[in-house]
């Protein structure tokens, strides 16, 4: 192959390792246990507010509710400022953009949330995680949306 074909069909994340199933699932798990210590921590309070009965708003508690915007919040402010959420860090993995420029808003709004919110809204959606495992670039259907990878961190 000439110079000019090599440069033609490498893409801008070809020379990084991507990061598989496996690693991506035990990062997942780890940053699972850290929100819900976050959460444990933070809805202490609501033990104490109407003798600790949950708080309904209509088919969701106020607890629920919240915890889901941490979870959202951790993984959308964590993948933004630093690339990685803890879990990440642990295993050495990190968010990069399919053409390496740094991460944008819009880019993390996608892949974070519709992303996940699509993988939790579904009862099949937990299942596509596992497209993981089988595309080229090791990427999950929220990873498509946002045009991301999970790479090793070099």
């Known amino acids: 192959m000439s110079e000019e074909q090599v440069e033609y069909t490498s893409t801008p994340?070809?020379?990084?390792?991507?990061?598989?199933?496996?690693m991506r699932f035990w990062a997942y798990l780890a940053d699972l246990v850290i929100v819900f210590s976050i959460n444990g921590i933070l809805f202490i309070p609501f033990?104490?507010?109407?003798d600790g009965a949950s708080?309904?708003?209509?088919?969701?508690?106020?607890?629920?509710?919240?915890?889901?915007?941490?979870?959202?919040l951790y993984f959308l402010l964590m993948t933004k400022w630093l690339g990685q959420t803890l879990g990440k860090m642990i295993f050495g993995l990190k968010v990069i953009r399919e053409d390496?420029?740094?991460?944008?808003?819009?880019?993390?709004?996608?892949?974070?949330?519709?992303?996940?919110?699509?993988?939790?809204?579904?009862?099949?959606?937990?299942?596509l995680y596992v497209?993981?495992?089988?595309t080229t670039h090791k990427q999950g259907i929220h990873d498509?949306?946002?045009?991301?990878?999970?790479?090793?961190d070099e």
């Open 100 to 127: 390496r420029e740094s991460l944008q808003w819009s880019d993390l709004l996608f892949r974070e949330v519709v992303g996940r919110f699509i993988h939790r809204i579904f009862f099949i959606g937990v299942l």
């Open 13 to 22: 994340t070809a020379d990084r390792r991507y990061a598989g199933f496996w």
């Open 55 to 72: 708080l309904d708003i209509g088919f969701w508690t106020v607890t629920g509710i919240l915890g889901s915007i941490v979870l959202y």
């Open 131 to 134: 497209f993981v495992a089988f």
């Open 47 to 50: 033990k104490f507010i109407n």
């Open 144 to 152: 498509m949306i946002g045009s991301t990878r999970v790479v090793f």
